[in-house]
């Protein structure tokens, strides 16, 4: 006889499911890693030729250069694209850098990752061509557009960044520097993980970490334990998972607002967490606190925030009640 009720699930359950525990058949290749630079980026990148590309206006500075919108001459279409160019002067390793992020963003292809076009590295400046993103990074997008979204719409947002971040770690890809100022928003509201530039790899075993030389690490978006000893794993970037949605749920507030870095970590460290923002569905900033657990193993993994999130999208009526708002 089938039984006709099913046990209830524990808090537990809902966040630490067991799919998505295939092994991907791809794992990403760190450039650092060929002896020559040029072969990674020769197998994971396609060369474009500069006359295909027009540059329009400045629309940022990178850490490299500026960047420029432009276009990308496709066959008889031009398509808008998003150039990255790197500056007169740049040192041997600065081009390697340089060069690296696209080497990194060609190996992925997923609808939350941003998608490399290709490269100029033939001719100079050396250009990194990507996707157009038309509402630019999501936290200055989101102050301008302040209380213009639906729970269900922000909800979304992260659930695509979720998305995202899940493909990375299936990829045993580590990004961190998962923050707002990194996700870029087009104009149907997709968001895209972008910014390659400090990210290195996981190696197969799950518990080996990444331990960074030197470097800046991001305070208020970094996990105690990458700030403390630099191992950055999924689980760190779970946890900048947390304070990227609690910059969604706070229209892009600043995280810790004016703490300085060193009273931010002295607050985490004496087990302080960001208060859930004004109108925040309870469901959403239990899932927060989760992704702020001190003890990494408790974090939820990408997989299972996906999961969450759908079930909470597929019944809309479970974000309805609201976390307390603290206005400190």
């Known amino acids: 006889r089938r039984r006709r009720s099913r046990p209830r699930q524990s808090v537990e359950d809902v966040y630490f499911s067991k799919s998505d525990q295939l092994k991907p058949l791809k794992t990403y290749v760190d450039p650092h890693t060929y002896e020559d630079p040029n072969q990674a980026m020769l197998k994971f990148t396609t060369e474009i030729h500069p006359s295909s590309i027009t540059r329009q206006k400045v629309i940022g500075a990178g850490e490299f250069g500026e960047v420029y919108k432009g276009t990308l001459k496709r066959g008889k279409k031009e398509v808008p694209v998003a150039i990255k160019t790197l500056k007169v002067g740049y040192t041997e390793k600065q081009r390697v850098d340089f060069l690296s992020e696209a080497t990194i963003m060609g190996q992925f292809c997923h609808h939350n990752i941003i998608r490399l076009e290709g490269v100029v590295s033939k001719y100079k400046p050396f250009m990194i061509i990507t996707e157009y993103m038309e509402n630019g990074a999501l936290d200055k997008f989101l102050r301008e557009k302040e209380g213009e979204f639906g729970v269900i719409q922000l909800v979304g947002m992260l659930r695509g960044i979720a998305a995202g971040m899940k493909y990375l770690a299936n990829m045993n890809y580590v990004h961190r520097d998962l923050a707002a100022r990194n996700i870029l928003v087009n104009s149907n509201l997709v968001c895209k993980v972008s910014d390659f530039g400090l990210s290195r790899v996981l190696e197969d075993d799950p ?106 999208i597929r019944a809309p009526d479970s974000l309805k009640a609201l976390a307390d708002f603290d206005p400190r």
């Open 207 to 312: 518990e080996a970490t990444y331990t960074t030389s030197g470097g800046k690490i991001p305070i208020r978006w970094t996990a105690p334990e990458a700030i403390s000893y630099r191992k950055f794993t999924s689980a760190s970037d779970v946890w900048s998972y947390g304070i990227v949605m609690w910059e969604v749920m706070s229209y892009g507030e600043r995280p810790y607002w004016e703490l300085s870095n060193h009273e931010v970590m002295k607050a985490i460290n004496e087990g302080f967490r960001l208060p859930a923002p004004l109108d925040c569905p309870s469901a959403i900033y239990q899932l927060m606190m989760q992704c702020w657990q001190q003890e990494r193993s408790r974090r939820p993994k990408f997989a299972d925030v996906v999961s969450f999130l759908d079930k909470l």
